[in-house]
């Protein structure tokens, strides 16, 4: 008699960190949360104990493990989804310095400028292939160089958030190409980490993880990680990726001519490629997706779902299915009320983290229902211009697959589908990051022949599909040029007001640490 077989999929975000398990048809047997909080000891700081995540990891696994119903040796692998570019050192007893910079950290601007000047633009087109900013890994690594000498004497292993989670269960230090080909420490034509990148900002090359693709297995569940988590002995433990490429194995999104619009904490628009491309402009990322021969071309937004939390966060009596109510009543271009969703800086495709956000077109009609429809408008407008920029490159899409907290708001679709003029759909289970991981350790455990087996198997889509309407796309258009020509005459003050808002916080006993 044959037993079914399970896989765990784990999901480091930024705001929790998230266990699926699945059967392998794709049957949802079990989801377990954990939510936690960076912090942000300056303005434009945001850090994490590497220590919180395993802990949050360790309690999602045993939730899983229980509520499933499953014996801990039926789960056959388990595999990851990270927020990516941010970055873990550990010293040579391969224990954490200090707490984990992560993607959303602004501090390394000093740094950022340094490397632009080192290298040069044709240089980092030709080497990095991507926008050098803060938050990824490279310029953060140097800010602790610069900022904290001793700390930086100490380090001998440097990853990225999620592959601290695989240390733990393992005791070895791996990554993925994925990850890796989004830290501007790695070459992306020859595929491995650049020595050229590191020997010009003298870092050493030891200090970096052997990379994996996806579906790799990497190593297995000591004895130790076993007795704090509950997995068995030696399940085995398979190389995931970013959370933009789990996403999108986790929405059926691995084929040219498909892509992903995720609107989570932050939000990115993925479009999938052959090869890495080149945007000279670098106001758009490129990265590895789940194998060789498969890239990612994308757009990201700072400030997306966060936005909607932070509204939410001044009315907090207001309920989340009320507002959406509410906000179905109020006519595209909120009363005409434009929202910049500058409220932590922007990278595609204004590459400043010196922005703050704003309200226009504010009048005495104005109640917080068209504020928070602006809010999602806004944050849409920001989406779509990642859609056109990636358009401009040559990249289209005839499948778009929603998901995140964007995903979960019918007025939000619907907005989506009206701006980006594309139809969506949207996959049957949530939890696309954490279903990703669980498709990936089923390759590794040797219960899908590969990546595509997996998605076709597991995959589906909710018996919803949301059309465009033109007419109101046409009405959108003109809020989309009024929210471009917002942003292109009150750019400097935005940035000025930043600047200033942090002196004068500064002046209360804060430092930039730069």
Not at 313 to 322: C, H
Request: glycine fraction near 10%.
């Amino acid at each position: 008699m044959r037993f079914m077989a399970y896989t765990m999929g784990i999901d480091l975000g930024t705001s929790s960190l998230k266990t699926v398990v699945i059967d392998e048809n794709g049957t949802l047997k079990a989801v377990a949360s954990r939510g936690y909080q960076f912090r942000s000891p300056c303005n434009n700081f945001a850090e994490h104990d590497p220590e919180e995540w395993w802990e949050a990891c360790v309690h999602t696994v045993k939730q899983a493990i229980q509520e499933g119903g499953i014996r801990p040796e039926e789960i056959k692998g388990v595999s990851f989804s990270g927020q990516m570019h941010g970055i873990v050192v550990l010293d040579r007893e391969y224990k954490s310095i200090r707490p984990a910079i992560l993607h959303c950290d602004a501090r390394s601007g000093r740094q950022v400028e340094q490397i632009k000047t080192l290298f040069g633009i044709d240089e980092i087109r030709r080497l990095m292939m991507n926008p050098v900013y803060t938050g990824f890994l490279l310029p953060s690594l140097l800010w602790i160089r610069d900022n904290e000498p001793a700390n930086f004497d100490r380090i001998r292993h440097v990853f990225l958030p999620k592959d601290y989670l695989t240390y733990r269960l393992t005791g070895l230090v791996a990554t993925d190409y994925s990850d890796a080909s989004a830290t501007l420490a790695f070459d992306m034509r020859n595929m491995c980490w650049s020595e050229e990148i590191l020997n010009k900002v003298h870092i050493p090359l030891a200090w970096f993880p052997r990379c994996f693709e996806t579906g790799e297995v990497i190593g297995t569940v000591t004895a130790k990680a076993a007795g704090e988590t509950g997995l068995a002995v030696g399940t085995v433990i398979v190389a995931g990726g970013g959370d933009q490429v789990m996403q999108g194995i986790g929405s059926g999104i691995i084929e040219v001519g498909q892509a992903s619009a995720n609107i989570g904490t932050s939000g990115q628009v993925s479009f999938q490629s052959t090869q890495p491309l080149l945007n000279p402009e670098l106001n758009t990322n490129t990265f590895m997706g789940y194998k060789k021969s498969r890239w990612i071309v994308m757009g990201a937004i700072m400030n997306a779902g966060l936005c909607y939390k932070w509204f939410h966060s001044l009315f907090p009596k207001a309920d989340y299915e009320e507002m959406n109510r509410l906000i179905s009543q109020v006519q595209p271009g909120s009363g005409g009320v434009i929202f910049l969703p500058y409220l932590n800086g922007e990278r595609t495709p204004h590459l400043d983290p010196d922005l703050s956000a704003s309200f226009i077109g504010i009048n005495l009609r104005t109640g917080k229902t068209e504020l928070a429809r602006a809010v999602m408008e806004g944050v849409s407008y920001a989406m779509y211009q990642c859609i056109e920029l990636c358009g401009s490159l040559g990249l289209v899409a005839d499948m778009m697959v929603a998901s995140g907290g964007g995903a979960r708001s019918m007025p939000w679709l619907q907005m989506q589908a009206d701006i980006y003029n594309i139809p969506l759909k949207v996959a049957e289970i949530e939890e696309q990051a954490g279903l990703g991981a669980a498709i990936a350790a089923g390759v590794g455990a040797g219960i899908y022949k590969d990546i595509q087996e997996g998605c076709k198997r597991v995959v589906r889509y909710k018996d919803l599909e949301v059309i465009p309407d033109r007419a109101v796309h046409a009405v959108y258009m003109e809020y989309y040029g009024l929210f471009k020509e917002a942003f292109a005459s009150g750019r400097e003050t935005l940035h000025r007001l930043t600047v200033l808002g942090r002196k004068n916080r500064k002046g209360e006993g804060e430092s930039d640490g730069e």
